[in-house]
């Protein structure tokens, strides 16, 4: 085998940008070292991140090359949303990564075995992490001490000039990178660069949630981080690096506008439920875990052994659910907005199994439709199957001459998926619902209100009136931006389409490394 030229990657993500809005401000000029990576190197304007479309779990995605499933089988990982409920503890373990008790620290162990981080796929060398908290593997991480995390949290929520700090914050993670490169034997044991480098740009997120993607904030931020990722490339050819370093740029979600905050107080009357709260003791038979556009309702089957435990209802009891005996298939299409309905057989198990499609399209009137898999892993194969609906199908591929060919009713592999419905609204929706089910920490039932109204919910409780989200199917939410480029020996070359977990792979190719051969992606060299 020939040794690659390439010796050094760096994985970047920017938190929250929209592929399209990237590549416009390239075009018109305003990120000028984004762009000069992206002529000499490999480029995407169609990435398709995860399901769903939200920080954790499309992060743990593209730095484990993998996406979710049955942790506890699969080779997948276990975080399914950023704010879930596990069943098998009693009371049920309540997680929310975004918490002030800092439950980010969790997700490394979250994720599980079925998994490995680009850090721990490189058996050897220095390995990094800048503010990347999916870090399993690394020698060395900032911020190294949890109170020193505290003091970023509250910085970047609470200080006055926003501004300010977003810029010192930025220029943070590059500077304490390349001081990484500059002294390695003050972070790590040996006197050798990184080998691998994890950095995490969160202050666009922070910026989109209070003011919008079209704010001038928001674009001056982008354009500072392209400033900050200049330095990192002055650095790296300073320090005689940048020639066999392979730097990737991406983003884990884009994002959208609400047309309204909905109001969810009724709900528990209108169902004659509660919300489940561990923390008021309160011993409810539902939890919204989240809901932004995207809804995820986990509910209590009836205690048949006396004991506080939440397992898993069947259909049939979710047909007559609660004290007032509801069908929650049609009561809860009766929240505000809500357009789509997601939720899975019972008896389903991470071999086989189906996931049943509701389309909202007139007062009664639905489209209905089931998706079925078959295999784990990257062999798993969908099927997306219509139920006479006069051709038309819930995610409207239907419209599509490339993707009806898709619903021909037989099993097709991810890589089929991704061909057929990249380009469209709903991109890999049939094969990454399956995977999002097969974990036992997802939901039962998940709405969807295709980003018309949000409602800032998690566990139950409203968090903000924030107009701002990115959980949706939607292409602008969904189709993320990709730049790999640095050294010389990289190709250049734009791909029409791809998927988040194919970064992984590619950048293991560049490093001349063959360990990827049981994650999902596949290498786009
Ligand atoms: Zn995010």
Known sequence: MTKSKVNRIILCIIDDVRASQFFHLINKGLLPNFKSLMENGIYSKNCVTDFPAITYPTQVSIITGTYTGDYRTEQCHGIPLSNWMGRDYNPPLIRNYGSTKLEIYKMNEDMGRGCQTLCEMIPEGNKTSITQFINRGVDYFFPNR??????????????????????YVNNVVVHKLLENFRRPT???????????????????????????????????NLLHIDRVIGKLIEGLRELGYLEDTAIAITADHGNYKANRVGNLDNINKILGLSNYHYRRNINGNMNI???????????????LDGKNSWNYPSIEELQKFGPKKINLFDKLFKIEGTKLMYYKDKSNTY????????????????????????????????????????????????????????????????????????????????????????????????????????????????????????????RKSSIVPLIISGSNEIPKKEIAFCKITDIVPTLLKLLGSNSAENIIGKSLI
């Open 146 to 167: 949890k109170i020193k995390l505290i003091f970023y949290y509250l910085l970047i929520n609470y200080h006055k000039n926003i501004k300010t700090i977003i810029k």
């Open 186 to 220: 003050k972070f790590f044991e040996t006197n050798e660069a990184p080998i691998c480098s994890l950095i995490w740009f969160l202050t666009s997120d922070v910026l989109m949630h209070r003011y919008g993607n079209s704010n001038f904030l928001y674009k001056l």
């Open 289 to 303: 875990s989240e809901f932004g556009g995207l809804g995820f309702f986990y509910f209590k089957p009836k205690n």
């Open 351 to 474: 071999q086989k199994g189906r996931i049943f499609l509701k389309r909202k399209v007139g007062k009664e009137d639905y489209i209905n439709g089931r998706i079925e898999y078959r295999g784990i892993g990257k062999e798993m194969q969908t099927r997306y199957i219509f139920e006479n609906n006069n051709k038309k199908d819930v995610f409207g591929y239907y419209k599509n001459n490339r993707a009806s060919k898709y619903l021909n009713g037989r099993f097709h592999s991810i890589e089929e998926c991704l061909e057929a419905t990249n380009h469209l609204d709903f991109p890999l929706y049939p094969d990454l619902l399956c995977r999002h089910f097969k974990n036992p920490r997802s939901a039962d039932i998940i709405l969807s209100t295709e980003g018309v109204i949000i409602y800032n919910i998690q566990h139950g409780i409203r968090k903000s009136n924030s107009l701002y989200s990115h959980d949706i199917g939607a």
